[in-house]
């Protein structure tokens, strides 16, 4: 009876210690930092791709749900080590980390353009394009109107777009129904565009939607003459950046029925469409 009490107690301390142990490595993981891939993987910054899978597929083995009967902390766990690995082995993800850390990400799934290391804002683009010496007064003046006519652009989308909505709700014009605003510019320059114009290098359209959505994606863009497209954004801000090919005609709009926007009813109307041609 002594020897039963005792091999009970002494496997309750394993079973103990084990769980100890299990807990322990789980704060590890979790506290190193789960903003921090290099920190959850346990590698110095300057760890290549070879050592990177190394180390993923060590931890991965270690916490894959299907080896910890479905625990929800090894699934957790392992979930986080997916991600770090998911952002160091990707060079654009990895170069942004770098930079901004974890804030550069969000900013980046937001489709925040400006988290790219060679952006540029559009008059210092134009600045840096024009910058080949003493400016005459006649190139500096243009250079200047160009810059400001971008900025302007840019500045009274942000400024009357919410001002219309407003009317728009005072009137009681479908206050209620989702909305989308579709603009363009040029993905190097960021110089703005007009639908009905011409564009000399890539272009990046802008989609603004009324509220946040879920379920706004890249199937509810429909698009001709933009091949291989990318297409990013999150919430309220959407982006398709398009390749330069000269000759080429531009078409994007969103059908009408494509998204939904929380605190709106229904789903969007058909929005206008904006047609660019590539020189």
């Known amino acids: 009876m002594r020897c039963s009490c005792f091999c009970a107690t002494v496997a309750s301390f394993v079973v103990a210690l084990l769980a100890l142990a299990v807990a322990q490595r789980f704060q590890i993981v979790t506290s190193s930092s789960s903003s921090d891939p290099y920190k959850i993987l346990g590698l110095p910054t300057n760890a ?26 090894a699934e957790q766990v392992f979930t986080t080590v997916a991600h770090a690995y998911e952002v160091l082995t990707n060079p654009e993800k990895r170069e942004i980390f770098d930079r901004l850390g974890e804030g550069g990400l969000e900013r980046m799934r937001d489709g925040d353009p400006s988290v790219h290391k060679d952006w540029l804002p559009p008059d210092e683009m134009l600045r840096r394009l024009h910058n080949d010496g003493d400016q005459t007064w006649l190139d500096a003046m243009v250079v200047t109107g160009f810059t400001t006519l971008s900025s302007v652009i840019i500045a009274s989308q942000q400024v009357v777009e919410p001002f219309f909505f407003t009317f728009a709700d005072l009137l009681g014009l479908d206050s209620r129904v989702p909305t989308v605003q579709i603009t363009a510019s040029e ?67 969103v059908p009408a029925d494509a998204f939904t926007v929380t605190g709106r009813e229904g789903s969007n109307r058909l929005s206008a469409t904006f047609v660019l041609s590539m020189t």
């Open 187 to 253: 993905s190097t320059s960021g110089v703005a565009l007009l639908s009905g114009s011409h564009a000399s290098e890539g272009v990046t359209f802008k989609f603004s939607l009324s509220g946040k959505s879920f379920d706004f994606d890249a199937t509810d863009v429909t698009h001709t003459g933009c091949d291989q497209a990318n297409f990013l954004g999150m919430k309220t801000t959407f982006y398709l950046q398009c390749h330069h090919v000269p000759g080429t005609e531009l078409s994007v709009q």
């Open 48 to 73: 290549d791709t070879k050592t990177i899978t190394k180390a993923y597929r060590k931890l991965a083995k270690r916490w894959h749900p299907d080896r910890n009967g479905g625990d929800k902390a």
